[in-house]
Every structure is written in C-alpha cells, then in structure tokens.
C-alpha cells in the first residue's frame, strides 16, 4: 500500500523539482544549471544510469500531508523544498569530507573543482528556499511563510551539527552528550522538518505540527545510532578484513564513544593509534564484551519508542497517518 | 547631512545585526558563532582593531525606505538581510578566489579551514533569510514575503555571476556580452535588490520598486567599471612597477577585454603570455592608444547617466530622496 502511494507521487516529486530547477533567471547560466542537473541525477553527461536518491524527505512530507487530512498534491512545494535543501548539504558535505563518489558517480567538487562546486551548492540553497514560493498559491501565504520559518531553522541546526561533525574529527575523544547534540542537527532536523512541513501544507494545527515534528526528530535519531550499529557489525564490516569497518576510518560513533567514556580495554587500544583492517574482528569483539554493542541497541529501541510515541501523538487516524507508519515501522526495522 | 543620517543609523543597522546573529538555535554552536562574529568584525581574536566594512548596502535599504517616504527604521531587517547576503558571499568568495585577507585580517578559510569556513558561509547565507523575519513586525506578512522574492532572486543572480566568473578565469579571452552578464549577477543584483527591499519597507508602489531597482543595477554597473578603469589607471597601479595592476593580475576587466575584440597590438600582446610588472606603464599607454580608456570612461558616464534617470523617474522628492541622490553622487564622482 506505501509502494502504492510512493509510486503514484514520485512523478509529481520529480516533475516539482525540474520546475523549480527550471528557474527563469538561472537560464542565463547554463553551466551552472548543468551542474545542478548532474547533482540531482537528471543529466547524463555520458555516466551510466544514475541513482538519484532515495527522496525519502519528500515522500515524508507528502505523507505527513496526507496524514493530516491534507491533499499530496499541495505539499509538493514543501517536499521539493526539503529535497533541494537535502541534496544542497551533498554537494557542501563532500567537498568538507573530500568525499569523491556519490550515488556511484564523480562529486561535483570532483568533476568541477572546489570553486564552481561551493558555489553550484550555494545556487542549490536559494533554489530549496524558492521551492517553497508555491505553497503560497497551493495553500496560502500564511502557510509558505510559517514553512520558510521551518526551513531556515533547520538550516541553522544542519549547519550547526556539521560545523561540530568537522570539529570534532580532530579530536581522538567526545563526549555522548556531543554526540546527540551533533546528529540532531546534521541528521534529525531535516527529517523533522520535513514533517512539520507537510503537516503546515496539510492544515494541522501547531500541536499536531509538533508532535510530527517530534516523531521525524526521533525517527532521525534511530536511523543513524542503528547506521552507527551497521558501520561495526553490519554485514559488509564483519568479514574480519573489512577497511570500510568505522573502527578502521576512525568515526567517532556512539558503540565507540560509549566504550571511550568507560575506558576500558578498547579505549586503551582506540588512543594507542588507527585501528588496523586486521584487528577488526578482535576490537569489535571487544566492543561487544564492554556492552557497547547492546547499548546501542538500547538507544536504537529507546529511540523508535519515542518515535512511535510521538506519532501516536499526533493522531493521526486516517490512510495517511496508517501509511507514515508502514514507513516509519519500514525504516526502524533495520534495528531489529 | 548624508553624514548625519550615517551617523544616526549605523548603531541602529549594528544592533540589528547582531540581534540576526544572536539566534537561538545558533546558541548551542558557540565555535560556529564565534567564526562568523570575526568575519563581521566583533570578535578580535587578539587582532588589531577591526574595520567592518562600509555597510553600503543596508544604507542604501534604508535611504531607499526614506526616500519613498517611509521611515528606516521599519526596514532595518532587510537592511540586516543584504549586509549578512553580502558577508556570507564574502566567505564563500574568499575560498573561491583563495583570499587570504579580508579587511586586513586572514580571511575565514585561512583561519579555520575550508570545511569550517564553506560551512560558516552557509550558516551566514541562513541567517540573511532569517533577517527578513522581522520584517513582519515592522511592516507586514506580506512586505516580509516580497522582500523574500527579491532576496531569492538576487542569489541566484549572485551565484549565476560568479560561476561566470570563476568559469572565465580559465579562458584567456572572454566577449563584453559576458562581461555585462557577469557584472549584473556579482555586483549589481544585490545593489539594486537593496534598493528593492528598502522601497518594499518603505511602502512604495511597485513602479516606484521597479525604477529604484534599475537605479541600483546602473549604480552597481558604473560602480564596477570604474573599478576596472581605477585596476589600469589609478594612482597605486600607474607606478610603472606596480605588481597589483590588473594588467598583471591577469584579470579580464573592460578596457583589456575591449581592446582584446578589437585586436589591435594589446591584443597580441596580452595573447603572447603574462604581462610583467616591469612592463605596466608600456602596456597601459597601448590600451590608450587603441581606445580602451576612453571607451571604459564612456561606458561609465552613460552608466552614471542611465542611473540617475532611474532615480529621477522613481519621483522621490523628499528628504530621503536627495540623500540617496547625495550617495549615489558621491559614489559616482568617482568617474570624475
């Protein structure tokens, strides 16, 4: 039934984001609109097929609409907005991680170079804040500016954790509560936000804005403790050889911050020096005898309970509210 | 009497700066907010005493309220706005161009790094949006909203000119019709928006918006290529040894570039590899000879022109109205 609904919407996603792409005055810079439609997986440029996200945001948005008894259709503006803002933060976030692949293709700082990719990324910004324009004639004025609001806190909060995720790379040791502070903002405001504003869009009141808003805080949080979780014992970084283990990269996740505040044997072996692809089998183990392998999984429980909690909240009785659950239980069953 | 409307207005545009940059969400980063207190001159950081730059732009915002019989402090957010839009730009255009100072200090990047420095740069870009908030208090939901097209439109504008920009510093040899296109995104756009948004606070028609926005597009034209004249013939690069005339810097300014169509011996010149220091007074007297000075001159008095006509036909026979033609002269007598 969600596949359903994802499949009805995702035209009308993708036909919103080519029409604010397609922004009159951004016609006088065709090279820079290339760079865009590369980005957002609409240009070929002789590369093979192109993955162009999951566009999770949007479809939470439209969801969120629905669950309040809105129409998708209205919430288009909104969900086009979240998308541009998300894949904006990309286009930042690897040149800032010297990250040379996306989505199995060159970066745009890659392809581009520093200068044009930090500016493409800027243009991308003003066109997530544009999108939003729209909402004024598919719900009201009222609703495009209390949506604007959403989206530049967010912003704040996005660039906020990032500015803390780079601080902290230098660092060898973090505090948890740095820790939560960070994925709230680089993770969690967005999805957050993409509820409250399909709840805008869709006529909710504050309070159930609020609620909404709480249950996409929550489902970002989970969502990235149990990547955490992936990034030690996922499938891919248990083969004992794995040079893509978190431990071998050196991420300052929460099973290794939690074993870094007790200080035990695997803090000791985390401070001695990088962590070899070798040794991942026995450090991990490691990690599992300090209790930080169950730590996180309680903090993964604790946090979709709230999250569920929240969105009972809302109440949200309708198709709508009973599909955002089939996503939400869909995307937290990774942690079971 | 232009010094005495600065005078008792610069507090009062300081004060709503820092009121932007004091956001609440932004609290809980200090190391973020602390970055972009030095960029905008309150923090020292141990450095001598800081210029804050000339703050042109939120003075034109609120001569442009005046003008159209408003009162400037109502259009103190969007004055606010262009001057964080302005910083941000400055940030982000100082990685670009790897600017190691600004003002007299090091630039951001130069101090904490490109990845601190592009993601500061976007924290600034948000808060120029949060700016116009206010602007709802001060005069209504609906002038806050306006201001925001134009805010939006300026960027894309801004960033579309320097992706030219940045794009045209690989080709030796560029035509005029760039060159303008260039200048009206990076310079222009967000001198004429300033105007824009100051007559939207002020409660001006939109024919009256309208004219006072070709005013600040002429005043931003003019402004920059007197510049260009200033990067050939002024006093410091008129040495015959200077290092910083842009004859050696290479820049693709509009005396080189029009002796450069005309094809004259500059042309062969310029072609045949860079152009030493020693050779500036030789080089600068040929641009003489093929008419590029004159033409750059021309070119700025019908810019002074156009912008003046602009003003008058925007009919703002009132105090503030003379003092914006009393800054708009005294930006021009430049040319002089």
């Given at each position: 039934m969600l596949n359903d609904f994802i499949r009805e919407v995702q035209p009308?996603?993708?036909?919103?984001?080519?029409?604010?792409?397609?922004?009159?005055?951004?016609?006088?810079?065709?090279?820079?609109?290339?760079?865009?439609?590369?980005?957002?997986?609409?240009?070929?440029?002789?590369?093979?097929?192109?993955?162009?996200?999951?566009?999770?945001?949007?479809?939470?948005?439209?969801?969120?609409?629905?669950?309040?008894?809105?129409?998708?259709r209205q919430a288009l503006p909104a969900a086009a907005a979240v998308e541009l803002l998300h894949n904006f933060s990309l286009i930042h976030d690897d040149i800032e991680d010297c990250g040379e692949l996306r989505r199995g293709r060159e970066t745009v700082w890659k392809k581009w170079g520093q200068a044009l990719a930090i500016n493409a990324g800027d243009t991308l910004f003003t066109l997530s804040f544009d999108a939003l324009k729209r909402l004024k004639d598919t719900v009201s004025l009222d609703a495009a500016?209390?949506?604007?609001?959403?989206?530049?806190?967010?912003?704040?909060?996005?660039?906020?954790?990032?500015?803390?995720?780079?601080?902290?790379?230098?660092?060898?040791?973090?505090?948890?509560?740095?820790?939560?502070?960070?994925?709230?903002?680089?993770?969690?405001?967005?999805?957050?936000?993409?509820?409250?504003?399909?709840?805008?869009?869709?006529?909710?009141?504050?309070?159930?804005?609020?609620?909404?808003?709480?249950?996409?805080?929550?489902?970002?949080?989970?969502?990235?403790?149990?990547d955490d979780w992936l990034g030690i014992w996922g499938n891919a970084n248990q083969t004992g050889k794995s040079a893509e283990s978190d431990l071998v990269l050196g991420k300052k996740t929460l099973p290794i911050l939690f074993a870094l505040e007790r200080g035990g044997m695997f803090a000791e072996r985390w401070l001695a020096g990088p962590i070899q692809a070798q040794d991942v089998m026995e450090v991990s183990a490691l990690l599992v005898d300090e209790g930080a392998q169950s730590f996180t999984e309680e903090q993964a429980e604790r946090l979709n309970q709230q999250a569920i909690q929240?969105?009972?909240?809302?109440?949200?009785?309708?198709?709508?509210?009973?599909?955002?659950?089939?996503?939400?239980?869909?995307?937290?069953k990774r942690n079971k």
């Open positions: 009308a996603i993708d036909a919103e984001l080519q029409f604010v792409v397609a922004h009159p005055k951004l016609g006088s810079y065709p090279g820079l609109e290339s760079i865009l439609r590369y980005h957002l997986g609409w240009e070929m440029n002789g590369e093979k097929a192109v993955d162009q996200g999951k566009r999770i945001r949007p479809l939470l948005v439209l969801l969120a609409a629905t669950a309040v008894s809105g129409s998708w500016y209390r949506s604007l609001q959403v989206l530049i806190e967010t912003c704040v909060q996005l660039t906020g954790g990032q500015h803390l995720d780079i601080s902290f790379e230098k660092e060898r040791i973090l505090s948890i509560d740095s820790y939560w502070t960070m994925i709230a903002g680089k993770t969690a405001a967005l999805l957050s936000a993409s509820l409250r504003m399909g709840a805008i869009a869709g006529g909710a009141s504050v309070d159930r804005e609020y609620h909404l808003g709480q249950f996409g805080h929550f489902l970002g949080l989970s969502f990235q403790v149990w929240s969105l009972q909240a809302a109440k949200c009785k309708t198709d709508g509210g009973r599909l955002l659950e089939e996503l939400a239980l869909s995307l937290l």
